[in-house]
């Protein structure tokens, strides 16, 4: 597994964390390279170690350095023989390139596993006697696989090595093909800034219209969506060249499905650059025109995309029932769809309609593969709802799956200090801390338990860790706020509730806090102020604030 084509180690690490042994045993050989550490972790925490049984001890047969070579490639130069490899190294480039032809032809006059012939095949043909010819034809054929069975890595390896035998004069369609599933595929792994180089590589080479204008929409999309920081300016500027290219193309209808395709694309910038009304224009535009020009039956997929765009950009204007329409009606024309539910889901939470919303989130998880992102929703809104238990049963399913999802281990340890069960909780944070030491979300967890359980000095510790992380932190400047009182440092719990209020606003329940601090330091006029501000907000406890008034204006 640690020659493994990366997808596929995370397959196996997946399965690892995933699979009940007692159903599925898996049996994970490793060498001696390195292992990414989400496999690493999975073998660590999931599997028993044991060590490979010794070969036979009898003397290898001695071979000449042709059939060292042979062996090696026969065995589609995976083998671990030193000898061999040494061989096929010194060997003469005619003879290597005739030997991966030879064992390409066996290959292909067998039938062929896909994994095979994406691997195996591919890299003959790529070694041998015509790599720009059959090595780019097999090696294209490669990529389009990955490309549709979502291997992302392989799609970027397999592209660099096209490139590497592609002329672009010759064969500019091959190349530009390579290059942009290549560019599209970094974008998943978080290569950015290669993909950003793989399109800038094209936009100089070629001057091909489609290929600017599909080019000129991808970078557009790495300043929209991906790049840190983002630059929806410069992304406009690129999708506006996009646009326009499309406006112009000869045929009327590759001029009408890209218009739409690029409207579309610049609905979404204008979306980030916060201009909601003129995005929601476009799409609708979208929408009318291809209404215009088609049956129901037609485009029936992109037409559903521009009604998922609009949706959510209903929902972002907070015209909800428009929203709640569009996702009912997606939902009819592809009910297996449970993005759709999940969306309409959303839309109940907000509205308050928790019954509906677990509806929904119930018919999504029965449809659905187990995608703890869906778990962890319904999770979220049975808290809401009250439904402890099943948020629990919810949260403990997404951990199963994914031990290291931190906003699931968060949610569950809030869940569990709200029951009381402290113990349980702390061993959540301390979980998490495992993976991320350095978390504020999980040291201001670990000092809010600590404070429950009245541990303050440990509580401290761990509210001042998470603050010195992150100065701004609202809970845990509440929360240090109370250890400060509850220890006696009344101006060190003001200070804290003073920095509470500037970041959040006046708030009745603060300002009452901040005033309990400054009386008990002997401050009954900055109390009284405080508890008359707090008096004048909606949600104010009125009762004790009154209570606490009278008390100081008696002082005073």
Known sequence: ??????????????????????????????????????????????????????????????????????????????????????????????????????????????????????????????????????????????????????????????????????????????????????????????????????????????TDPKVHMMTSYSIAMLHTRFLRPRDHDLALRWQNNAVAIASILPDPADRLTYSVFHDNGLALVEMHRGNLGRALELVESCIARLDAKLTDAQWRLHRSQLLYNRARLLTATDRLDEAYADYSTLVELDPYYTDYLSERARIHRTRGDF?????????????????????????TARVEAGDTKGALADFGYVLEMEPDDLDTRLARAELLLDLEEFE????????????????????????????????????????????????????????????????????????????????????????????????ADGRPDLALADYRRALALPGADREELEALSAECAAAG
């Open 1 to 206: 597994m640690d020659r493994a084509e990366p997808t596929t180690q995370e397959v196996v690490a997946l399965l690892l964390r995933r699979a009940d042994p007692a159903r599925l045993r898996l049996t994970v050989r490793t060498g001696t390279g390195d292992l990414p550490e989400e496999l690493h972790r999975a073998l660590e925490r999931c599997a028993e170690r044991a060590r490979e049984a010794d070969g036979s001890s009898a003397e290898p047969p001695v071979r000449t350095d042709e059939e060292l070579a042979r062996a090696y490639v026969r065995g589609d130069c995976a083998s671990d023989d030193p000898a061999e490899l040494r061989a096929y190294r010194q060997a003469p480039p005619e003879l290597r390139a005739h030997l991966h032809d030879r064992r390409a032809e066996e290959l292909e006059a067998a039938e062929l596993h896909p994994g095979v012939r994406v691997g195996a095949l591919t890299y003959h043909r790529e070694h041998g006697s015509d790599p720009s010819g059959a090595g780019r034809t097999a090696l294209l054929a490669a990529q389009r696989h990955c490309v549709e069975v979502g291997f992302s890595a392989a799609v970027i390896d397999l592209g660099l090595r096209g490139r590497a035998v592609t002329d672009p004069d010759v064969h500019p369609h091959d190349f530009w093909e390579f290059t942009h599933q290549a560019a599209a595929a970094c974008i998943p792994l978080g290569r950015h800034e290669q993909s950003m180089d793989l399109y800038l590589d094209v936009i100089q080479r070629f």
């Open 424 to 519: 349980a909780a702390d061993a959540d944070v301390t979980a998490g801390l495992a993976l991320r030491p350095l978390d504020p979300r999980l040291l201001c967890m670990r000092g809010t338990v600590a404070l429950q359980c009245g541990e303050l000095d440990r509580a401290r510790e761990a509210l001042d860790a998470a603050l010195a992380l992150d100065p701004d932190y609202p809970a845990a400047l509440l929360n240090r706020a109370v250890v400060h009182h509850a220890q006696g440092r009344h101006p060190d719990a003001v200070t804290d509730l003073t920095t509470l209020l500037d970041l959040i606003g006046d708030d009745p329940d603060v300002l009452l806090n901040r005033g309990i601090a400054h009386q």
């Open 355 to 379: 019954d509906a919303a677990l509806a929904d989130y119930d018919r999504a998880v029965e449809l659905a593969p187990p995608f703890p992102e869906l778990y962890y929703n319904r999770g």
